[in-house]
């Protein structure tokens, strides 16, 4: 009976299996680079049974591409089904010139944020961790079709889902993902953002040394808790002391996100208490202007007040970058995942 996916193993887990059914581990690197490279190895290095006997335990599938919208920038958004039916949302974003592909981890997403649109569908269920590498896997080989030169592209937890809410398979995910011998994508090359799940932050000495980005929104927990509901259970000092206790590596990096939201959170008073609590830490801040989705209770700020801010924050003598919002008119832009029939498709 097949009861897994197969993209959900390390090359040390599928050495394991291969122990524990007494198949030859010399095959491992067959089998493995039969799996994501190319399925003729099989039939040269394996036996028709070996084979049969390993897919009955694991499927090899991959999911669908039902949908691939194009935006005017270069973004494009995937509509990825999986085996029940279920699906979530992958985007790949131009940047310089290097892609970075935005993954889900969780068919909707219990966390509820006022800004976000995946947020209005609850939770539905998990990814698997061979259905986030999956994801992976579908838009790279669609990015190489279409360039062959293209580079692998970095990858950003930022999608459907809090991460840190499915740990275990997402931190599975990035093992398979950074596996030199699978996929080898470097683990300064992916980013995972959180609302500051903290069970799952008190976990990450044992996760992968990949960055993090923090989706703060407010220095002020009364105000954060409007954008965020879990920081009422989770609120800023605690989740930004477990930060301060982890030891990042020399080129770790913990980037501190802040919606723009006009009216809301771009005072002095903001900029003030955003100093105190970030001034000569090793922290950059990145300014995303609020991204509208339909029945969106925020407003966008303008140009204008956008420099105004950002000047405030410099002023202070923090590191800031204001996030050039891609994909916005395919809704594939931060927080405006959920799968819709509102965009152009291809
Ligand atoms: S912003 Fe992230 S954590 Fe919040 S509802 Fe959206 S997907 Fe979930």
Redesign the pocket.
């Known amino acids: 009976m097949t009861t897994s996916s197969a993209y959900s193993l390390t090359q040390d887990d599928w050495k394991n299996y291969f122990k524990q059914n007494s198949l030859s581990e010399n095959l491992v690197p067959y089998w493995t680079d039969g799996l994501y490279k190319n399925r003729d190895l099989w039939r040269k290095h394996l036996s028709e049974n070996n084979i049969n006997f390993i897919q009955s335990h694991f499927s090899i599938e991959l999911p669908r591409i039902t949908r691939i919208l194009e935006s005017n920038d270069g973004t494009y958004k995937f509509q990825i089904s999986f085996h029940d039916g279920l699906e979530v949302e992958s985007v790949l974003i131009p940047f310089h010139k290097r892609y970075t592909v935005c993954l889900s981890t969780q068919v909707g997403?219990a966390?509820?944020?006022s800004?976000?649109f995946?947020?209005t569908q609850g939770l539905k269920r998990n990814l698997e961790a061979g259905e986030i590498v999956a994801q992976y896997l579908l838009v790279k080989d669609w990015l190489l079709n279409k360039h062959p030169q293209a580079i692998l592209p970095n990858i950003v937890f930022m999608g459907?889902?809090?991460p840190l809410h499915n740990f275990v398979n997402v931190k599975k995910a990035i093992e398979v993902l950074n596996d030199p011998q699978l996929i080898g994508v470097g683990q300064r090359q992916m980013t995972l953002s959180t609302?500051g799940y903290l069970p799952g932050m008190h976990n990450l000495a044992s996760f992968p040394k990949i960055n993090f980005a923090l989706?703060l929104h407010s220095p002020f927990d009364d105000e954060r808790q409007l954008l965020?509901p879990v920081n009422q259970r989770y609120p800023i000092d605690q989740v930004l002391e477990t930060f301060d206790q982890m030891s990042f590596l020399k080129r770790q990096f913990l980037t501190i996100e802040y919606l723009l939201i006009r009216n809301l959170n771009m005072t002095e008073r903001h900029a003030e208490a955003l100093s105190e609590r970030f001034m000569n830490k090793k922290i950059i801040m990145n300014l995303i202007p609020f991204n509208p989705f339909p029945g969106a209770k925020w407003e966008r700020p303008s140009h204008a007040e956008i420099e105004d801010f950002k000047k405030l924050l410099v002023q202070k003598k923090l590191r800031v970058m204001v996030r050039t919002t891609k994909g916005e008119d395919i809704l594939a832009a931060c927080?405006q995942l959920k799968i819709n029939q509102m965009a152009r498709a291809l």
Do not use: A, K, L
């Open positions: 997403c966390m509820n944020c800004f976000c995946t947020g459907q889902g809090e609302v989706s965020i927080g």
